[in-house]
């Protein structure tokens, strides 16, 4: 006897989430407060944060969401 559709192990390929990368919510640096410091470059254990112009900018495509940056500036120019 087979299981019903559906049932047991998961939807199986069509459901649309097996195999999908989690969504990141990507920081967001405030320039008016950014001193250009380093400390959430510094901080990131990804390396998506650079320091272009004085002023901190996160790469998306590296960013895991993880936060450590906001943690990291004195400032609180990231949330």
Known sequence: MGRGRGMGRGMGGGAGFAGAPPTATIPTVDVEKCVGCGECAKACPFGAIEIK??????????????????SACPTGAIS
């Open 53 to 70: 112009d004085g002023k901190a900018t996160v790469n998306a495509a590296l960013c895991r969401g993880c936060k450590v940056c906001a």
